[in-house]
C-alpha cells in the first residue's frame, strides 16, 4: 500500500531491500537487514522496517544518510500512512473534505463531501486518500469532471 502510494506521488522507491550495517572491509564482518521497503526523495532514503533495532544499528544507518521507519504490529493503515508522510516531509492534512458539483458541470447547489487524508507534494499533484469503498461513478466523476484524485488505501 505505501509502495503504491509513494510511486504515484513520483517517489522512487524499492521492496525487500538489503541495508548494510557493518561492512568486513570497514568492519572486520558483514552485518545486512532487508527493509520491507525504501523510498528515495532527493537525496534523502527512508526505509520502512517492521521489527525492532538495536539503537546503534539505528544510529549507523542515520548516520549515513538513511531514516528508518519502524511499522508496529497492529498499526492502522492511516496510522501508517500519516507516520510515513510526516517523516518523509510531505505535507498531510485529515479531514472531511467537501467540493461544489457546480465547478465543471450544471449541478447547482450539489455538493461530494467524504472523509479522506489529503496529500501533496505540490500544487500540481493533489492526491485524497480514503479507506472505504467509493462508487465507480462517483470517483470517475470526479476525476473527469473536477480533477480531484481519489484512492483508496
Known sequence: MS???FRSLGLQTERNTELKIFDFARD???LSVEAELLVRKGD?????LSKKMPNQFLSILKSSGTEVIIVTEGETKRSLL???FQALNIPCQKDVFSFPATGKTNHTGMFISFPALKISMDK???LYLIDFDMDERMNGFLAEKMGILVIRY
Open 82 to 84: 500519516e507516520k510515513s
Open 124 to 126: 500540481t499533484k493533489v
Open 44 to 48: 534523502q532514503k527512508f526505509v520502512f
Open 28 to 30: 572486520g564482518f558483514d
Open 3 to 5: 509502495d503504491d502510494c
